[in-house]
Structure formats: C-alpha cells, structure tokens
C-alpha cells in the first residue's frame, strides 16, 4: 500500500533561518507530488507541484523553493523565513497512471516562524 | 482549470441532510469533479469523484447536471463528526494540478 511521510510535525524557526520541509511517498512510482501552505482559518494555497523528476511548477512567487531529487522525494525550502510564512504545510501525492484519482496527504508540519 | 464558486459556511443539525452545491461554469470536456473533507490540523480527505448524473458511495453523493456546470454534493444525516470543510475541485489528470478553493465551512450542531 501507498503511504506518505512528512516531517517534522511542529517547527519553530527565527525570522532569517533557513527552512527545509522533507515529503516522501512509499509504495508507488512515478507519483505527482505538491506542496500547499493553509493559513489559519484559510483554504489550501498550491505552492508547487511536480508531475516527475526535475519538473517543478511554481504557483506563488515568493521566498520559498521546491525540488524533487528522487522519484519520490518532494522538498520545500527557503533560505530566508519571514514571519507571513508562518502556516501549516501539507505534502501530496496523486497517480499519474490511472484517470483523475484521489491525492492523499501528509499529516502536516505546523511552521511558527518567530 | 474551471474556477469553482462555493458558500462560504452552511450550519445544520445532526440528522439533517446537507446538500452543498458548487459551481464551476467553465468545465472543459475532460474535466472531473472532486470533492475533498478537510478537518482542523488535518490534511482534506478524498471523498467522491464524478463525471456527470449521480454518484453515491458510503460517504455522500454527487449529483452533476447534464450541462456539468454545477455540482451537488450531499451528505446524508450528518453527525457532529461531519464538522468540517469541504472543498469542490474541478480535476484534469494530464494536467496533474490540484487547485483548492476557500471550500465550505459545514458546521453540525445537536
């Protein structure tokens, strides 16, 4: 079966640290990966999304950064946290083998940036 | 991808049928409608997919109508664990984007 890894679950980072986000899909090949930020009491904002290795599409300009190493391997990072990147972000995955099917998420990590 | 327009909140009582209805007026032929669950501190969970008429699982139906402008989904006697938002996505697997709306915040009181 098909299992999705995000960590870490919480995360308290200063005004100008680094950021490093790590997703990882177990169980499929191939997958479409995303990263979403929801702010609190908002909806989902797409932030990146991936449909194979080396392709990225950025929906937001903004400070942050994604890459895909490997197949399965989806990082967020930034070099510079502000405090509006504060929020709850959500790693996914959906089949790129079938007809449209379900995304499955990560349990989220929650970035405080202080 | 067809934008999609939904209300913003609908409370209801438990045992109650909610029906949310979602608009998406520019759909393109090969476009599905999704329909997503999203609780507090919580990644949103699949809940239906269609096409077009009526779709049923043991969750929820979706009703689309013949011109697929519109969507329906409906949640039959809710419970106060049915508390959550709901997203309606209008999906098209070459494209691979997944794009959520603000959703509809359904809250259920006893």
């Known amino acids: 079966s098909q299992t999705i890894h995000q960590w870490p679950a919480t995360l308290v980072q200063p005004v100008g640290s680094p950021l490093s986000l790590e997703c990882t899909v177990e169980?499929?090949?191939?997958?479409?990966l995303y990263w979403y930020r929801q702010a609190a009491g908002r909806g989902l904002q797409l932030l990146f999304y991936?449909?194979?290795?080396?392709?990225i599409s950025s929906e937001v300009p903004q400070n942050l950064s994604a890459s895909r190493p490997q197949d399965r391997q989806f990082i967020l990072s930034s070099k510079k946290l502000l405090l509006s990147d504060s929020g709850f972000y959500l790693c996914?995955?959906?089949?790129?083998?079938?007809?449209?099917?379900?995304?499955?998420f990560g349990q989220g990590t929650r970035l405080t940036v202080v | 991808l067809a934008k999609t327009t939904q209300p913003i909140s609908m409370d209801s009582y438990e045992g109650q049928e909610v029906n949310i209805t979602c608009s998406h007026n520019?759909?393109?032929?090969?476009?599905?409608i999704t329909w997503y669950q999203q609780f507090p501190s919580q990644g949103p969970r699949f809940i239906i997919q269609?096409?077009?008429t009526k779709v049923t699982n043991e969750v929820a139906s979706l009703f689309i109508p013949a011109d697929r402008k519109s969507s329906t989904l409906s949640l039959p006697r809710v419970s106060l664990s049915d508390t959550a938002v709901y997203y309606c996505?209008?999906?098209?697997?070459?494209?691979?984007?997944?794009?959520f709306g603000a959703g509809t915040q359904v809250v259920v009181t006893p």
């Open positions: 991936s449909v194979g290795i080396g392709q």
């Open positions: 169980g499929t090949s191939n997958p479409n």
């Open positions: 996505l209008v999906v098209r697997n070459s494209w691979g984007k997944l794009q």
């Open positions: 520019n759909i393109a032929t090969n476009d599905y």
């Open positions: 269609g096409y077009k």
């Open positions: 996914a995955w959906s089949s790129t083998s079938q007809g449209p099917t379900e995304a499955f």
